[in-house]
């Protein structure tokens, strides 16, 4: 069985010892978010391959979470702001 790592640093996929403090699947389990100091990444949770890169938080990111349907991604920074994502797009509303 192979184990795949992720990061969001340089290049695609990154080692245990990535900067990477959490991931989470999105509701349908096809993608996988996670998260290194201010930026997010959007993956596929099959293949590994990024998907997106949430970037614009000025401080590292706290918290986020896909919404129900799991079509948009919320993320909160301690820079004090909240960013709403288009999930398919990974594009900020």
Not at 54 to 72: M, N, T, W
Request: charged share 25%; hydrophobic share 40%; glycine share 10%.
């Amino acid at each position: 069985e192979e184990i795949l790592t992720f990061g969001v640093g340089e290049g695609d996929r990154m080692d245990a010892r990535s900067s990477t403090v959490w991931a989470k699947f999105s509701p349908d389990g096809q993608s996988m978010l996670t998260s290194s100091s201010s930026v997010a990444a959007l993956w596929s949770a099959e293949t590994g391959e990024r998907l997106g890169v949430l970037s614009g938080h000025e401080r590292r990111i706290i918290a986020a979470s896909f919404s129900p349907g799991g079509s948009k991604i919320v993320t909160a920074s301690s820079d004090r702001t909240a960013r709403l994502w288009l999930a398919e797009t990974a594009a900020c509303e």
